[in-house]
């Protein structure tokens, strides 16, 4: 190991720190206000303040003011790690000093104060000294891990500055952040807490007081911006003792609060409530489509202002079982169903052809919308359909076919088909982007028309048996060429520096021709699951405001929903679960730039 260039500096908080702020009162800590020196490590009582934005702390060194004439305060918040300082001159900023200083340890924390619940900019300011592979440690933010395995050394060079900037939801008045493990020491020069362009909208939607397993969220917007979401959950017997069911939640945002829309939705006797669909008709009254295990249909409700009216449900063949729902409306107002099937011959044994229904409901019933989509892969099971409207009224179906006869070599196939002049075409081949020798599996798709061209777009994971790596990739129609437009050429990459697995694919198409993209990710060891938000606009990917970072982590494997707004800004429904206190449910956030 090169000599460090550090000089610890036995000046600076000899014994000072601040770990977790003390509860008495809810005592707030002003920024501005350092601690005293004590004696030995200890919390620090402070006099009670009103929390004002930003704070600014220059980490592990004294009260600075920079070349803008911000001030940044002496070192406070924090628990554990050791100050340290840097002679050498840093680059890309002219505020070398507030680079030159800096706490490090194999692992840290800060604990701040903020004005209460909401979301919050951080920027964090480094600076490495010792190059890569020395500094490689995590980033969480309340209980969720928001950047894994950062090798600053890699990314910034070493004595350059660098800034990493994350958009954490805080559900109390106290922001949490830490640093540490797993293969080197983590370090900090500076950081800095702000209002974020995202809103949060009111606190945790959770339908129970008691962890629920909340899951399959989905979301959409009305002509006001205003959201309407819904999510699965379980539903425990109040005597504590007998079956687990399952009910589908609706609630809707009225501007200031979030209203339940009705009771739970799905029968117990039919078994666990699965794929739901959401949509808004004209009036901005949600429609919500949905099976359950048991049942041989699939449900419709509609929402009329005052209560849950059941629509005819939709009859599913003879001899399927259905994987999947997707809902739609047509321009004049009328749902419009898909179905995915698994097709047997017998209960023993299965069809090898997937095959897609698609329904519209006329005003008196449901009538099929051409024959069965087939798709011609000789794979098991068509799931996970995704059903969109274009502009001109044509119904745009994505879903994918899975066999899984073989777990060891299973394989996947994404297809896409148009309605067109009473029957299904196809539109170009099957979207993998593994060759489908390799054993590839493509699913998941998330399909989207743009509002003003009709053109469609679908994301999905692309997973390679080889690589053993689950990517998200983006293709648009070119109806020009007749074939897909790949928009992705590796797939959209997250944080994870190891191996990747993603999840969860959402796609939304703006009227201002953009796309937005949600997904989570796996990888190594992570204890926590990050959800990552990118934008397609002049023929390129980027983050929304700057932030390449986590949007939310949570700390179980549920997707988030995706929706834009009217002025086609991304709103984005997101999972969080804490260890303690134990809680789940989402929270649904809205960009606001």
């Given amino acids: 190991m090169p000599p460090l260039p550090l000089v610890s500096n036995p000046s600076l908080f000899s014994g000072r720190r601040l770990g977790a702020l003390p509860l008495l009162g809810a005592l707030l800590l002003a920024p501005g206000c350092a601690p005293e020196s004590v004696e030995s490590p200890r919390l620090q009582q402070v006099e009670q303040s009103v929390v004002t934005l930003p704070i600014r702390i220059n980490v592990g060194g004294e009260?600075?003011?920079d070349s803008t004439g911000k001030v940044w305060d002496a070192d406070w918040g924090f628990s554990g790690g050791s100050p340290v300082v840097m002679t050498q001159p840093i680059s890309g900023?002219?505020?070398d000093p507030l680079y030159q200083s800096a706490r490090t340890n194999g692992q840290f924390s800060y604990t701040l104060p903020v004005p209460g619940p909401g979301v919050y900019r951080v920027d964090l300011h480094f600076a490495d000294e010792l190059g890569p592979g020395f500094h490689t440690f995590d980033i969480s933010a309340e209980e969720g891990m928001y950047v894994e395995g950062f090798d600053l050394g890699k990314e910034a060079g070493t004595f350059n500055a660098y800034t990493v900037s994350l958009d954490v939801m805080v559900d109390d008045d106290q922001l949490v952040l830490g640093f540490g493990y797993p293969d080197g020491y983590a370090t900090l020069s500076a950081l800095e807490v702000k209002r974020s362009s995202w809103q949060a909208l009111g606190g945790l939607l959770a339908g129970g007081t008691r962890p629920s397993s909340p899951r399959e969220p989905v979301m959409a917007v009305d002509s006001l911006s205003r959201p309407t979401v819904a999510w699965v959950e379980n539903v425990y017997p109040e005597s504590g003792s007998g079956f687990v069911t399952t009910q589908l939640l609706v609630r809707r945002w009225s501007g200031s609060q979030w209203l339940p829309?009705?009771?739970?939705?799905?029968s117990p006797e039919a078994g666990d409530v699965t794929s739901p669909s959401?949509?808004?008709d004209a009036s901005g009254r949600p429609l919500v489509a949905f099976m359950q295990s048991y049942a041989d249909s699939i449900s419709v409700v509609r929402w009329n202002g005052t209560l849950w009216q059941e629509m005819p449900p939709v009859i599913v063949p003879d001899r399927e079982v259905p994987q999947g729902v997707s809902l739609a409306l047509t321009p004049s107002g009328y749902p419009v169903v898909?179905?995915?099937m698994k097709s047997y011959f017998s209960w023993s044994s299965y069809d090898t052809q997937p095959r897609v229904y698609v329904y519209q409901w006329n005003g008196l019933a449901w009538t099929q919308l051409g024959a069965a989509m087939e798709s011609g892969t000789g794979l098991g099971a068509a799931r996970n359909p995704s059903l969109a409207i274009d502009r001109y009224g044509r119904a745009v179906v994505a879903w994918d076919a899975y066999d899984d006869s073989n777990p060891y070599?299973?394989?996947?196939?994404?297809?896409?088909?148009?309605?067109e002049a009473g029957q299904w075409v196809r539109l170009g081949g099957v979207l993998n982007h593994t060759p489908e020798n390799e054993y590839a599996v493509a699913e998941n798709p998330s399909l989207v028309v743009d509002p003003i061209e009709g053109t469609p777009s679908v994301a999905w994971i692309d997973e390679s048996r080889v690589s053993v790596e689950r990517r998200i990739f983006v293709a648009r129609w070119s109806a020009a060429n007749g074939a897909w437009s790949q928009l992705t050429d590796n797939g959209l990459d997250g944080w994870s520096r190891s191996s990747t697995e993603a999840y969860g694919p959402a796609l939304a198409a703006g009227r201002d021709g953009s796309l937005v993209a949600t997904w989570n990710e796996r990888a190594r060891y992570l204890t926590s699951t990050p959800h990552f938000l990118r934008k397609w606009s002049g023929g390129q990917w980027s983050?929304?405001?700057?932030?390449?970072?986590?949007?939310m982590s949570s700390n179980y494997y549920v997707d988030s929903a995706l929706?834009?707004?009217?002025?086609n800004q991304p709103l984005l429904m997101s999972p969080i679960s804490t260890w303690s206190p134990w809680r789940e449910g989402f929270y649904v956030r809205q960009f606001v730039p």
């Fill in 63 to 65: 009260a600075y003011t």
């Fill in 93 to 95: 900023t002219e505020e």
């Fill in 261 to 266: 829309v009705g009771g739970g939705l799905g």
């Fill in 278 to 280: 959401l949509v808004l």
């Fill in 338 to 340: 898909a179905i995915a």
């Fill in 409 to 419: 070599l299973s394989r996947g196939t994404v297809h896409v088909f148009r309605y």
């Fill in 543 to 551: 983050a929304i405001a700057s932030n390449p970072h986590a949007m």
């Fill in 563 to 567: 929706a834009l707004d009217a002025s």
